[in-house]
């Protein structure tokens, strides 16, 4: 057995992994130089943002798209345009960027955070319908890492109790679910453009929707109130700024067109990832699921377990790992836990919860989520699988020299 190298032994991989991101060429410089010398740098007088919305619709399969600042202001005009206000539930997993959750807190309503499948690391259907009470407005289902959550499940639930669907599809670009696009599914899909997402532009967002009534609403809550016919100055709705510039429209389109090629190549890596670790004990991929048509691979997700480790910690193994050579991160800290939602507890039992009795998250109990996030989950960036079949096997090849040198762990 070769020796770790946590332990000096000699490393697996000695150069850096993957791609360098984001990916840009001539074409990102010529569009963002253009928008400069047009003096139409917002999306009122522009057209940019306008082109990519049409475009960004149809990629989804959706009636409309609307881009605005960020993803996690998608997720608040996405809650606020179906009706979400002080007092109202939502259900959320709390396995994910807290953006999902706080984005409720923001529109005033409570985040009812429900446990995951172990498998898929996505929300678990089968926990909604015992969550739900009179107050439950909606539900958002995230696609972790561009893994379609179980959308039959989700869509049954709500649709016998009458809740919106929100879907948080912020790392699902392109990802397909019974080989419909993701966001296109519920009653609408947010959508972030930051830096590390598969379709970038810096920072940006987008709300994607077949209903023309909840698009006209997200529009308004966009611009400051204003609706599509309407006067300069004419408000008709609260709303607030959160409007996309033309910088970004120029060059999400460019961005785009290289997805198609992008994703094959995420998705050959990651099959060929998948067969190999398939093969190392104590380590799986993500369930398969046939209804999943497309993997957006924002994130490739695998399990660790301990027990055929010689009992090491996920921490210990990550460390063995990224002494090979190759990195690789533990992931999310349950939601519920964290600071912000410990100090909001408090804060909603001091004030009554809106007349009714406070959650109090400190009592939350999520063993499916505490075990990804303490013990199993770990995570390589979409970047990653950008790079040759060769860096899949070093990934491998490394795991493995760690799984039959445990006991040196």
Known sequence: MAKLAINGGEKVRTKPMGV???IYDDREAEALTEVLRSGKWGSTSGSKVREFESAFAEFCNAKHAL????????????????GVGPGD???????TFIATASAVVMVGGIPVFVDIEPGTMNIDPAQIEPAITERTKAIIAVHIGGRPADMDGVMDVAKKHDLKVIEDACQA???????????????????SF????????????????????FYLRCYSLVNVGRIPEGEWYQH??????YRMTEFQGAILPIQMSRWEEQQKRREENAAHLDSLLAEIDGISPLDDDPRVTRNAYHLYIFRYHSDRFNGKPKSRFL?????????????YTPLHTSGMFQRLSKRLQEIGFYGGPAIDYAAVELPATQNACDNEACWFPQSRLLGPKEDMDDIAKAIKKIRESCEEL
Not at 196 to 212: C, H, M, P, Y
């Open 89 to 95: 539930e939502v259900i959320v997993p709390p396995y």
């Open 67 to 82: 881009c605005l600042t960020n993803g996690t202001a998608a997720l608040e005009v996405a809650l606020r345009a179906a």
């Open 173 to 191: 670009h392109g990802a397909s679910w019974r080989n419909q696009p993701v966001g296109s599914v519920g009653d609408a899909g947010a959508f």
């Open 236 to 241: 008709e709705y609260l709303g607030s700024n």
């Open 319 to 331: 460390q063995a790992l990224s002494a090979e050579g190759i990195g690789a991160s533990g992931g």
């Open 194 to 213: 930051q830096s590390s997402k598969n379709i970038n532009s810096g920072e940006g967002g987008a709300v994607v929707t077949n209903d023309g009534d």
């Open 20 to 22: 360098a991101w984001p």
